[in-house]
């Protein structure tokens, strides 16, 4: 490892893609260390470093344990001035070591491909003709004439089909002419019109052919495409990795969320029921849902507490009380928060925000405009007017200026109610302030429309005081059918190991 990171440094210079590449070195390192026997990773990035990455991956799971660079189509089409368009992404598979979990899923075959090889039909259905016959050994039964044709003229010899001949019970020590005479009388042999050529053994479409083929190394969804395939209509080619559309139900409005289609066949192929997906940049935790769906144990890791946010919130809208989980790694108490706020402001406001379900501002570091985070909410119905909240997080001592500026920007963005939160008590000029903002009626009752409260009263459960008949803050991921929410419980001892 470090001497392809010396390669690299050679080669590259200082650069950020060094950086990237030094911050992912022992992180891969790390990822294979916990990744079971039988597991395997996948590793997603764009082609302007899956070159760099693939070498490093090389260094620490050996090239012999690649398996695949997966072409993931990202998008229909991309102006890209002097050069092609760029709409794709690449997927590096790794396994930890040979023999490890793979189950591959399949594809429908092409409805043009079943109706012109299985162009012929008789009582038992569609079949196609195929040659019985393929290099090999031209001496003995093998290469003897039968039914006029001598394959040894033609350099071949006869190949009865072993899998045809097991179906029908035709014993395997038989002679191959007499094996070929039981096709025969069976009527799995066409003869040829013409003395002299080929007899053509009949190939019935069956349940192997309906399953399709195994998933390929280029996945890239085409529109348009609905009747491609043979029994299935109402799908295109890929429809299932196909990108997320700015329409698309599944958007959550993060900006490198992946599509589930596209996690789900990565799991689906690689992980067992009941095995462990570890997703360590879960960002708004497309794989955690992916996998929470597919009956998968998961841990998801992510640096931010707005991820973290996104994240609780998409399993509660899709799964409710189903998905049963723990969070690590967040302040539990007071003094917790204290020492977050101390080490990381911002990480400290994106956290607090979470406890009330606020959206943060995506803004530069000091730009906020006065605004930390939005809550929006209906309370006239789901086609009545958006309404909001403006949230102020503030980890030092709060002071009446912050309420007043407060103040200004809810009446500047015309918001029904404002919140400031904060870690340290509120003084009593401040409570008295707030108190002559008066209150938002709703027609669930009054709501003040200035309110203070401290991280230590939301940690005890205390909320926002305004109607919640709909909150519309964060879209609501896709609600999960009842097979999808089932409820798992982790054997004790069984968790070591990711997929």
Known sequence: MSQAMQAFQVFL????????????????????????????????????ASHYLKMLLDAVFGPENFRNEIIWKHTNAHNDPKRYGRIHDVLLFYQKQPGAYFSPHFTP???????????????????????????????????????????????????????LCEELGIDNRLPTRQKFDALLAAGYIELPQTP??????????????????????????????????YGDPASGIDQDVAWMGPTSGERLGYQTQKPSGLLARIIRCSCPEGGVVLDPFCGCGTAI??????????????????????LKHRLLTAYGEQAVYQVI????ALPDAATLAAQDPYQ???????LVGARPVEQKKGADQGIDGRIYFHDEGKSG?????????????PKLSELRDLWGVVTREKAQIGVLITLRQPTQPMRTEAAKAGFYT???????????????????????????????????????????????????GESEGAC
């Open 13 to 48: 210079g200082e650069n950020d893609v060094l950086a990237y590449l030094a911050m992912m070195a022992p992180r891969l390192v790390e990822l294979r260390r916990v990744l079971k026997p039988s597991g395997s990773l996948y590793l997603h990035c764009d082609p302007t």
């Open 109 to 163: 075959l092409p409805k043009g491909h079943v109706e012109e090889r299985f162009d012929k039909e008789d009582s038992r259905g569609a079949y196609k003709l195929e040659n019985p016959t393929g290099p090999g050994p031209r001496y003995g039964d093998s290469g003897e004439p039968w039914q006029g044709f001598n394959p040894t003229e033609r350099g071949r010899a006869w190949a009865p089909p072993r899998k």
């Open 196 to 229: 002299g050529n080929i007899p053509m053994v009949k190939v019935y479409f069956d349940e192997d052919d309906a399953q399709g083929t195994t998933y390929q190394d280029i996945w890239a969804y085409q529109p348009y495409t609905p009747g491609y395939y």
């Open 289 to 310: 849902a992916v996998a929470q769906g597919l009956k998968r144990w998961w841990i998801g890791i992510d640096i931010t507490h707005l991820a973290i946010t996104l």
């Open 329 to 332: 790694g967040e302040p539990e």
């Open 348 to 354: 400290f406001q994106w956290w607090a925000l979470g």
């Open 385 to 397: 007017k958006t309404k909001q909240i403006i949230l102020s997080v503030k980890g030092g001592q």
């Open 442 to 492: 709703s027609p669930w009752g009054n709501h003040p429309r200035l309110q203070l409260l401290t991280v230590g009263e939301l940690l005890e459960g205390k909320g926002i005081d305004y109607p919640h008949l709909v909150n519309v803050t964060f879209k609501a991921a896709p609600r999960a059918t009842r097979a999808e929410a089932t409820t798992l419980t982790l054997p004790l």
